[in-house]
């Protein structure tokens, strides 16, 4: 019985050695891009005015504002490093089942929807894994 729990524990501790991080890395990428959506999609809520602010433009290796610089107002950067850039694999977009080419732009509405995904999205990352993220019609984004 000691032998079977010492080498469970050994199994835990060193296994992921072996194993590898295959698909890890798109799963955190997609974790950061959820966060991402979601903050621009709140600002979008709380904010009247339609601005750049609440645009993300999706290129095959990053997500980021459109317009950075529409967000300063009186001088002051309105947001801090909203981006993020992929080290491994590729963003794909497809809306209604559609793969669409990139770059698109993702504009909130003050409502948190996206007019683009009217008939839902799909944001996916691939590299080594995939992970991916959904953007409903009524503008819920969550991993799928």
Known sequence: MAVIVILGILAVAFG???????GVTEVVD???????LRRVQTQAMQQADDSACH??????????LSDLAAC????VNQVTDLSLSLASGQFQLSAGGTVLSL????AFDGLGNVPLCAQGCSLQI???GKAALC?????????C
């Not at 997609?30 to 991402?36: Q, Y």
């Open 126 to 128: 691939a590299g080594q």
């Open 30 to 36: 997609r974790d950061n891009a959820l966060s991402l």
């Open 16 to 22: 992921s050695r072996f194993m590898g991080n295959a």
């Open 55 to 64: 645009q993300l433009l999706v290129s095959a290796k990053s997500l980021a």
């Open 103 to 106: 770059p698109q732009t993702l």
């Open 72 to 75: 300063t107002k009186g001088g």
């Open 135 to 143: 953007i409903e019609a009524q503008g819920y984004i969550h991993p």
